[in-house]
């Protein structure tokens, strides 16, 4: 391989080079940031492309601070570094909170001159100065000195939240003889105790089984029932004050609600227009929605003759039962196909075909045995590094998500990412396939995207309600029957048969509308939570959910306190569906060929490789050759 002239990171190799690298990296890069800024308000000199390029210094900086700070918090197996690393993380988060209230930074660009900048340096200005208005720095210096103690306890108490949910692991007890229905490798790694009984936990490997396969409604219900208390009631105090402080900042900031602020830089642009998307979801989604909510009920009873409700702890269990009987979809028999290590081979392939690059393996030093290391290589040039930590463990962020390592700046780092995922090590469910190419989908967003110039615009710095498309477009692979026969293979060495792929197609319309109303419930939580902020969380949110879609919430429950989106997405959660819509209109252009080579090098260049360097809307227009629409995703909805 030819080697670029930038090296990736070469992480520590023992406990105490990584508390060290925890805490050294960070703090030289904070010394770094402040220098430069020292020397932009102090040298009256600078041009403003100098004031520029040095601002870009600083945000390299505060990247290569922040990633590797929150990364290690969320997946380091020792818990000193874990520690250190949130502690780190906080500092970095207070520090480029408080730049942006600094009257003397902001005099360096409020009044600069953008005659004679190029298109992305007049951007760049322009964005720097926007975000230096919603930091606060035009209020009074009280309301200044106010709105700094609420982004830094925002901060803090996002992280308490995360940790909350990554440190709350829950287990049941229940009867073996209860656990009818449950693939054979699953009841061989769960062997009953001396009692008679099996200890569920509230891992993934344990409740995504559970949920789908369980015939005993009452183990379902409690397994569930145990993950939707996940972090209560830690953080239910923890979420009450996050709501207040948000409302407040915002009103201090001049914005009707979180939801104003949040939208400002994303493609929605104001709270209304996220409440008009979500109507607009809904009333697309409910005829479709209610028919299918009649299946699923009618085939509930047929288990349990008096249940006049289907609950969230049902869902997953009744579909898996129609699509087995009504769609010949088993997926006991799907899952046999998807062994962990050729799915891991089947998704590097793909990608590899649809991007075309290589993923080589590299023997480096990582934070622990599992992680897999690539340099991601294009005609021999080294284009970045991905590093893949992909099954469960103790203090491990314990849901699934790309996280940056180094930020990729041409001519400076090439760019580095990690996927935190919770696969089991045997045989996946196809919707942990799909998920493994969603999240893959971040991942070679970032690398392709990270060549940029400017810190502000590398790797997924998109708009946060565009970033999910291109993530899930890469999930289709996942249901193509070429693509799932080139790696999805039983333990006789058979490929996964066209017309099982064709049924599983099939089979996945129905449930569609209904699925599509509990990722409803989702947004309007995240949505209503920060506009309305109700006093008592659990009646409130269990309200939205059951507004939201016909499939009921468990009574009682506390999902709220283990939704971890509440932290990063805040109000806008909605940017799911948002992208979904945009990503069913970039699928239409492949037609019929996912590897068309013509089209797949114009998504390339057009989506991925652009970065944020321009606005979503133009992104999708310069691929699709016409601004996107909704009619992709209404007749996806539709079953068609």
Not at 92 to 98: M, N, S, W
Not at 136 to 150: I, S
Request: with cysteine; proline share 4%.
């Amino acid at each position: 391989m030819q080697h670029s002239p930038l090296e990736p990171l070469i992480l520590p190799t023992d406990l105490a080079s990584w508390l060290e690298f925890a805490v050294d990296r960070p703090v030289e890069r904070l010394e770094r940031v402040a220098a430069i800024d020292a020397r932009l308000v102090a040298d009256t000199t600078l041009s403003v492309r100098e004031r520029l390029d040095l601002w870009n210094d600083a945000d390299i900086a505060l990247a290569e601070a922040a990633a590797p700070s929150h990364l290690l918090s969320e997946c380091h197996p020792d818990a000193d570094v874990r520690a250190v690393a949130e502690k780190q993380a906080q500092a970095i988060e207070a520090v480029q909170a408080r730049r942006l209230l600094d009257r003397g930074l902001w005099g360096v660009f409020a009044d600069a001159d953008a005659a004679g900048l190029d298109a992305a340096q007049a951007r760049l200005l322009e964005h720097i100065r926007r975000d230096f208005r919603r930091g606060g720095v035009d209020l009074g210096e009280t309301d200044r000195a106010r709105v700094r103690e609420l982004t830094e306890r925002d901060t803090e108490l996002s992280l308490a939240f995360s940790r909350n949910i990554r440190e709350g692991r829950r287990e049941i007890r229940v009867a073996a003889a209860s656990l009818d229905g449950l693939p054979t490798d699953f009841l061989d790694a769960h062997p009953a105790d001396d009692a008679g009984l099996v200890t569920l936990t509230t891992e993934y490997t344990d409740l995504m089984p559970v949920r789908e396969y369980a015939r005993e409604r009452s183990v379902r219900h409690a397994l569930v029932g145990a993950y939707n208390d996940l972090a209560w009631p830690e953080n239910e105090p923890v979420l009450k004050e996050l709501l207040a402080v948000r409302a407040e900042r915002a009103a201090l900031l001049g914005y009707g609600d979180w939801a104003d602020y949040e939208t400002e830089t994303r493609m929605t642009g104001s709270s209304a227009a996220v409440d008009a998307f979500l109507i607009r979801v809904a009333e697309a989604a409910a005829p479709a929605a209610a028919r299918e909510y009649d299946r699923v009920l009618e085939r509930l009873r047929r288990d349990e003759p008096g249940a006049d409700t289907v609950t969230i702890a049902d869902f997953w269990y009744l579909l898996g039962a129609l699509k087995r009987e009504e769609y010949g979809v088993d997926a006991q028999l799907v899952r046999s196909y998807f062994r962990f290590d050729r799915v891991l081979e089947g998704v590097l392939a793909t990608t590899a075909r649809l991007l075309e690059v290589a993923y080589v393996p590299v023997d480096t030093p990582s934070w622990h045995d599992d992680v897999r290391t690539y340099d991601v290589v294009r005609a021999g040039e080294r284009l970045g590094r991905i590093h893949l930590d992909l099954h469960p463990r103790d203090g491990k962020y314990n849901h699934a998500a790309c996280f940056g390592l180094v930020p990729g700046i041409a001519g400076h780092s090439l760019p580095e990412g990690v996927l935190l995922c919770n696969f089991s090590r045997g045989l996946l469910e196809h919707d942990e396939v799909v998920t493994f190419f969603h999240e893959f989908g971040h991942l070679v967003h970032d690398i392709l995207g990270g060549r940029q110039r400017w810190a502000a615009f590398t790797g997924i710095a998109t708009e946060w309600d565009f970033v999910e498309a291109p993530s899930q477009l890469l999930e289709e692979w996942a249901w193509d029957a070429e693509v799932l026969a080139s790696f999805a293979v039983d333990d006789a060495g058979e490929p996964i048969p066209a017309d099982l792929v064709a049924r599983m197609r099939t089979a996945d319309a129905f449930g569609r509308a209904l699925e599509v109303t509990r990722q409803l419930g989702h947004a309007t939580t995240s949505y209503r939570l920060h506009v309305d902020r109700p006093t008592d969380l659990r009646p409130a949110v269990e309200g939205y959910y059951r507004a939201a879609s016909p499939i009921a919430p468990l009574g009682g429950s506390h999902s709220y306190a283990g939704f971890g989106h509440l932290t990063g997405y805040g109000a806008c959660y909605y940017t799911y569906q948002w992208s979904l819509v945009i990503a069913r209109d970039l699928l239409s252009a492949f037609g019929d060929d996912l590897f068309d080579p013509e089209i797949a090098l114009r998504y390339r260049r057009e989506i991925l490789e652009p970065g944020g360097t321009r606005d979503a809307r133009d992104l999708v227009e310069a691929f699709l050759g016409r601004e996107s629409t909704f009619d992709a995703y209404r007749d996806w909805l539709a079953g068609s």
